[in-house]
């Protein structure tokens, strides 16, 4: 008999179902000992973090040394931070339900594009009951339509390219544009809101910021004097841009008087729910999105609040043909018409021709556990939040922004014999990163430096936040040596 693995050559070996399937095994088991690892040890760092040279330099010897595949994804994850760390409280990245990673290992191997039919016909179905869900749980009718797309920022700019289909001349795709565009937003809107509308070619006066009041959401008060000024001034205002919730303070604009606003005059209502949409998989906070049925198009992220990897975002059409012709254009190649309706060759209606297979992520986790884990993470997160604003209330070294409606929380450790609180909280900030023990991030608001969290992981409990204040009040006191 002939030994096939001696014979094999380098591009037979790439290709090996033996050489993966002793990885895999590796791979998987150092993955799940790192899981059980973070999980039970508070003394496992949640980053170990290095400068950037420092990092640049350990992977560029790691390049040239001779160390093994195996060696290889050890030192990745030693290298990285750790989202599953209960002591993780940083970025608005949602900690994956861990089975949707084996869905993401699967899309890896299969690499079916989903673009065509038949390049994804397991990914374009799912991917057809997943949006189906949110479109109902949104409060769609069955004339919505949507699709899923890689990430929050993609997904804003293709509804403003849907907006603008929908609202300006026709003809701008054709011959480009011949009047001054413009949308409305609230100030705080996340800043790919802002990139979306230069894109659009609308430049910084066509995107009209609009000033918050005292609870960071947007002042409708003034709408009606900043669209009649953009009119004034010779703008054709196209949409409004709801944010729910806003990405630096988790503060959800009031979307029933937007969807009024947008109503009376004629013009599309979008709302931004990258991060907080997910309420509408809870009873418990779906209040917090009242009126967003009245929205033309919807974004939310899987992996903000919904416990999908990264990238996993939905946008939701009200209606569907608005979705059929954001990008009315022709590939032949590709599909045997353009005009005809077909929700399963989704590459007509995304930015993306390519595209990896997201809806099978979400499926394994709605498979597996029901929509219910979605409430139950939303519930516990923004739960959490309420708990530890108050925690920070309670002592008088630090002061909190606002009361949190969502799980995004920005306070300040206060020092009356400081006055530079701004050097201060940011040196508290690196020490902690530094330390590895917990990760949080920084941000500024009202040009002031605050310390700023997002509670993602719902195995983050009450003592870990409790540590975290007693922390920041030992590094203050070191500090004041
Ligand atoms: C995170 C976020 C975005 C950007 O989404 P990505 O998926 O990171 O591209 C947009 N808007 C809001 C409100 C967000 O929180």
Redesign the pocket.
């Known amino acids: 008999m002939k030994d096939l693995t001696q014979k094999k050559n380098i591009l037979e070996k790439a290709y090996d179902p033996s050489d993966f399937r002793t990885m895999g095994h590796q791979v998987i088991d150092l993955i799940a000992d790192h899981l059980e690892k973070v999980q039970t040890d508070p003394n496992q760092p949640v980053i170990s973090y290095q400068n950037p040279e420092d990092e640049f330099a350990y992977w560029q010897q790691d390049f040239s040394s001779d160390s093994g595949t195996f060696d290889v994804f050890k030192n990745i994850l030693e290298h990285s931070i750790s989202v599953h760390h209960p002591r993780y409280i940083g970025h ?1 990245v949602a900690v994956p339900a861990v089975l949707s990673g084996l869905a993401g290992l699967m899309s890896d191997i299969l690499s079916n594009g989903t673009g065509v039919y038949e390049m994804g016909m397991a990914s374009n179905a799912i991917e057809k009951i997943i949006t189906d869900l949110v479109a109902e749980r949104i409060g769609y009718t069955s004339e919505a339509l949507g699709f899923l797309t890689s ?4 997904a ?1 700019l293709t509804a403003l390219l849907a907006a603008r289909k929908a609202k300006a001349p026709s003809a701008i795709w054709e011959e480009g544009h011949q009047e001054k565009l413009a949308v409305l937003v609230s100030e705080e ?2 800043y ?2 802002d990139r979306a509308a230069r894109i659009l070619g609308f430049g910084s006066k066509g995107i009209i910021k609009i000033p918050v009041d005292r609870h960071f959401k947007m002042d409708t008060s003034l709408l009606d004097d900043y669209y009649n000024n953009a009119k004034a001034a010779g703008y054709h205002v196209i949409a409004i841009i709801g ?1 729910a ?3 630096a303070t988790g503060s959800y604009d009031d979307l029933d008087v937007l969807a009024a606003f947008a109503e009376q005059n004629n013009i599309w209502f979008h709302v ?1 729910g ?3 949409g997910g309420v509408v998989f809870s009873k418990q906070y779906k209040h917090l999105v009242k009126g967003i049925s009245r929205a033309d198009s919807v ?1 939310i ?1 899987f ?2 609040m919904l416990m999908t990897p ?2 996993t ?1 939905a946008l939701i059409f009200r209606k569907a043909e608005d979705s059929y012709k954001t990008f009315e254009q022709k590939a032949q190649y590709l599909w045997e018409s353009q005009n005809t309706r077909e929700w399963f060759n989704s590459g007509k209606r995304t930015f993306e021709c390519t595209k990896l297979m997201m809806s099978i992520k979400v499926y394994t986790i709605l498979k597996t556990y029901g929509e219910e884990l979605f409430e139950k993470n939303i519930d516990q997160l923004y739960g959490l939040a309420i708990r530890f604003a108050n925690m920070i209330k309670a002592r008088p070294n630090f002061e909190l922004v606002i009361e949190p409606q969502a799980n995004i929380l920005n306070f300040r450790y206060l020092d009356s014999e400081k006055t530079d609180l701004n050097t201060l909280n940011t040196t508290i900030h690196k020490t902690l990163i530094r330390s590895g023990e917990f990760y949080i991030v920084q941000t500024i608001i009202q040009e002031k430096r605050y310390l700023r969290t997002t509670i993602m992981n719902p195995l983050t409990k009450e003592h870990d936040l409790v540590a975290l204040l007693d922390e920041i009040e030992r590094i203050a006191d070191i500090l004041q040596l």
């Open positions: 608005q990430g929050g920022t993609l804003n809107a996340h790919c809101i944010s919730c806003s990405t931004d990258a991060h907080g974004v992220d992996h903000k990264a990238l975002t």
